[in-house]
């Protein structure tokens, strides 16, 4: 866990309005199971209120587990370091009363909007043993629900749904004109053979929940370029560790290392009637060219996203000037990172941590910590080889409070996530 880089911050403030919420652990309660529609629909009624207005900003049910953030505010949406792109809030996996959830699918992507995401997702499940899943006519209501709200250039609404082995693991696809199920796709390899097949993307989710881990994230080349993501942060969790207690290693080793070039995504997975508004559940920021469907799967199919269970958080970075979810262009070398870390006026002074994190065998080996400031640009330098493996990843942390899910007795990520900038790769 040494200290090989040469690090230091300076100043560049730069910030937006206030938001409620300083990071806090706060464990949702388990998932809702259907409830009757019209209680879900009576119970929305407030959420669906207009952006930005005193209903949808405080006033929410107790079914989330966790506080409730403001509509609007934050980190301001540029970066400092880099241009081309704005930072648009994202929930890119959320379930109603059409799988698993409780909430009507009609006041989804209104409450969301008015929790001030940019962009939304609904993923129900495709199919599941004992709950059941979309139907057709399910799959065509989520497309139309999502034309209805869908505003290009102000907020993104995205059909999607969730692939659902129980032992194997759940994947989410996006922007895709079909969806499959267990029937047709029983397993990984039949699963990526219909992914293959479709212009979609794909993602790992809640990796290592179950049993089989992707039979451990067993490497595909046909779909190398379209499973783009691996999620990081689900409802409350940390997933960096997950099964690190029973025996298995880090998802997030067991991904990189086996070949998935995937970015980091932080979810809400809602199956309540609050979408978008707890606060501590899993988000992702991702850097657009513009607020579209087509801006967000170009900039998903880059991997230029961050995950979070932060709201208003801005996380932008770069390595040798290249962005996140891009590959450098060395073998080894000493690599300047540029960081830009913002919350709004809220955590001005917020004493944070970023943790280099490289290729270990069972958990990620931590190569440098650099203390840094909410609200400043931290730059450091840190060398890297291939011959150490071939990614690296910043995770931003407060080392004020534990992790709940700890790795190995010691591990500097053993302190509580706030954020994680999607990978880098060295050239092979």
Same mark, same amino acid.
């Given at each position: 866990?040494?200290?090989?880089?040469?690090?230091?911050?300076?100043?560049?403030?730069?910030?937006?309005?206030?938001?409620?919420?300083?990071?806090?652990?706060?464990?949702?309660?388990?998932? #809702?199971?259907?409830? &009757?529609?019209?209680?879900?629909?009576?119970?929305?009624?407030?959420?669906?209120?207009?952006?930005?207005?005193?209903?949808?900003?405080?006033?929410?049910?107790?079914?989330?587990?966790?506080?409730?953030?403001?509509?609007?505010?934050?980190?301001?949406?540029?970066?400092?370091? @880099?241009?081309?792109?704005? &930072?648009?809030?994202?929930?890119?996996?959320?379930?109603?009363?059409?799988?698993?959830?409780?909430?009507?699918? *009609?006041?989804?992507?209104?409450?969301?909007?008015?929790?001030?995401?940019?962009?939304?997702? &609904?993923?129900?499940?495709?199919? !599941?043993?004992?709950?059941?899943?979309?139907?057709?006519?399910?799959?065509?209501?989520?497309?139309?629900?999502?034309?209805?709200?869908?505003?290009?250039?102000?907020?993104?609404?995205?059909?999607?749904?969730?692939?659902?082995?129980?032992?194997?693991?759940?994947?989410? !696809?996006?922007?895709?004109?079909?969806?499959?199920?267990?029937?047709? *796709?029983?397993?990984?390899?039949?699963?990526?053979?219909?992914?293959?097949?479709?212009?979609?993307?794909?993602?790992?989710?809640?990796?290592?929940?179950?049993?089989?881990?992707?039979?451990?994230?067993?490497?595909?080349?046909?779909?190398?370029?379209?499973?783009?993501?691996?999620?990081?942060?689900?409802?409350?969790?940390?997933?960096?560790?997950?099964?690190?207690?029973?025996?298995?290693?880090?998802?997030?080793?067991?991904?990189?290392?086996?070949?998935?070039?995937? #970015?980091? @995504?932080?979810? @809400?997975?809602?199956? #309540?009637?609050?979408?978008?508004?707890?606060?501590?559940?899993?988000?992702?920021?991702?850097?657009?060219?513009?607020?579209?469907?087509?801006?967000?799967?170009?900039?998903?199919?880059?991997?230029?996203?961050?995950?979070?269970? !932060?709201?208003?958080?801005?996380?932008?970075?770069?390595?040798?000037?290249?962005?996140?979810?891009?590959?450098?262009? &060395?073998?080894?070398?000493?690599?300047?990172?540029?960081?830009?870390?913002?919350?709004?006026?809220?955590?001005?002074?917020? $004493?944070?941590?970023? $943790?280099?994190?490289? =290729?270990?065998?069972?958990?990620?080996?931590?190569?440098?910590?650099? =203390?840094?400031?909410?609200?400043?640009? @931290?730059?450091?330098?840190?060398?890297?080889?291939?011959?150490?493996?071939?990614?690296?990843?910043?995770?931003?942390?407060?080392?004020?409070?534990?992790?709940?899910? =700890?790795?190995?007795?010691?591990?500097?990520?053993?302190?509580?996530?706030?954020?994680?900038?999607?990978?880098?790769?060295? $050239?092979?």
């Amino acid at each position: 866990m040494g200290d090989q880089g040469h690090h230091h911050t300076h100043g560049h403030d730069h910030h937006g309005n206030t938001h409620d919420g300083h990071g806090a652990d706060v464990r949702p309660g388990g998932p #809702g199971r259907r409830a &009757l529609l019209g209680a879900a629909a009576g119970g929305m009624l407030f959420l669906a209120a207009s952006p930005g207005s005193a209903a949808a900003a405080t006033t929410g049910t107790a079914s989330s587990g966790g506080s409730r953030a403001k509509a609007a505010g934050g980190a301001a949406r540029s970066s400092l370091i @880099t241009r081309g792109t704005t &930072l648009v809030h994202a929930d890119l996996h959320n379930h109603t009363a059409m799988s698993d959830g409780d909430g009507d699918p *009609a006041l989804a992507f209104a409450s969301m909007r008015s929790a001030g995401l940019d962009v939304a997702a &609904l993923t129900d499940h495709s199919g !599941v043993f004992t709950i059941g899943g979309l139907s057709s006519s399910e799959w065509k209501r989520t497309a139309q629900l999502a034309d209805a709200a869908d505003v290009p250039g102000v907020y993104t609404a995205i059909r999607g749904f969730e692939w659902t082995h129980a032992l194997l693991g759940h994947a989410n !696809v996006w922007f895709s004109d079909s969806y499959v199920d267990m029937s047709l *796709a029983p397993g990984m390899g039949a699963f990526f053979d219909w992914l293959d097949d479709r212009d979609a993307i794909a993602g790992f989710n809640h990796p290592g929940r179950e049993e089989l881990r992707f039979n451990e994230f067993g490497y595909n080349a046909a779909v190398h370029d379209r499973m783009v993501s691996l999620e990081m942060f689900n409802r409350g969790d940390d997933y960096l560790f997950e099964g690190w207690s029973s025996g298995k290693s880090s998802p997030l080793v067991a991904c990189l290392n086996a070949g998935w070039r995937t #970015g980091l @995504t932080g979810v @809400t997975d809602e199956h #309540g009637t609050d979408w978008g508004f707890p606060e501590g559940k899993g988000r992702s920021g991702l850097w657009v060219t513009e607020n579209t469907r087509a801006g967000v799967l170009e900039a998903m199919r880059a991997r230029r996203f961050f995950a979070t269970r !932060v709201s208003g958080l801005r996380l932008d970075a770069t390595a040798a000037g290249v962005r996140m979810g891009g590959q450098l262009p &060395l073998t080894s070398g000493d690599v300047r990172f540029r960081v830009d870390l913002d919350r709004g006026p809220e955590w001005v002074g917020r $004493q944070l941590n970023i $943790q280099v994190l490289r =290729p270990g065998t069972a958990a990620p080996e931590v190569v440098d910590v650099v =203390p840094t400031t909410a609200g400043r640009i @931290t730059e450091f330098t840190v060398p890297l080889d291939t011959a150490d493996g071939d990614w690296v990843v910043l995770r931003v942390s407060d080392p004020t409070q534990a992790n709940g899910s =700890p790795g190995p007795a010691g591990h500097a990520c053993n302190d509580w996530g706030v954020a994680y900038s999607s990978p880098w790769w060295l $050239q092979g």
